[in-house]
């Protein structure tokens, strides 16, 4: 075969993967969450696969708040891999990782799969969402697996919006009020000069 004919082979190859890859997980549970886009970043590394990985903004461009690491691991191992820390190398900021039930290291199980972000998933929180990157952007994720070690790609930095929405970050709390002037008194201090304390804190009037 010449190598034209090769090179056209293999290209025919990589373009019939994504979408046996999608038929496949659309036949299994929570298609949705398992679904293969063509545009969303995949690797394999010994017995660890990852797919759909993004980094999920929040909906609005200017809104303050986390963003998040979203993926689908497998593992076709015998035994199971504990996700150590997941980073994003040269920004300096760091990943909360949470596994689905809250408690407990965040470990996909030997022949098995953990899917991050969306709800009752495990999560990966960026807490300062403008660390992450600007929309559109590429950025490197590097996680590190307890058998395999170290395995990085790159992610795109979206939005949650459309496809995403289900599975972004929620919005930044809004800040406590602060304490009213009253309530900010130390205990005995009167509201107004005409007041007395008593030691309990109860003000009584002349």
Not at 34 to 60: G, S, W
Request: glycine share 12%; proline share 8%; net charge negative.
């Amino acid at each position: 075969m010449s190598r034209s004919l090769r090179h056209g082979a293999l290209a025919a190859t990589a373009l019939v993967f994504p979408i046996a890859a999608l038929s496949a997980c659309s036949a299994g549970n929570d298609a949705q969450t398992l679904q293969v886009r063509p545009d969303n970043a995949a690797t394999a590394v010994d017995n660890i696969k990852i797919q759909n990985l993004n980094i999920i903004t929040q909906p609005e461009a200017d809104a303050e708040g986390p963003a998040v690491v979203a993926a689908t691991l497998f593992n076709d191992g015998t035994k199971q891999e504990v996700v150590e820390k997941i980073a994003l190398p040269g920004t300096g900021t760091t990943v909360k990782l949470q596994a689905a039930k809250g408690k407990g290291p965040l470990v996909v199980p030997a022949g098995g799969r953990v899917v991050i972000g969306g709800k009752n998933n495990a999560s990966a929180v960026i807490e300062d969402g403008r660390k992450a990157g600007a929309n559109g952007n590429v950025q490197p994720v590097a996680f590190t697996f307890s058998e395999t070690g170290d395995i990085e790609l790159g992610a795109a930095i979206v939005p949650a919006t459309s496809f995403f929405e289900g599975f972004g970050p929620s919005a930044l709390p809004s800040p406590e009020p602060t304490p009213s002037k009253s309530a900010s008194r130390t205990p005995g201090e009167s509201e107004s000069p005409s007041g007395t304390a008593t030691p309990t804190g109860e003000a009584t009037t002349g």
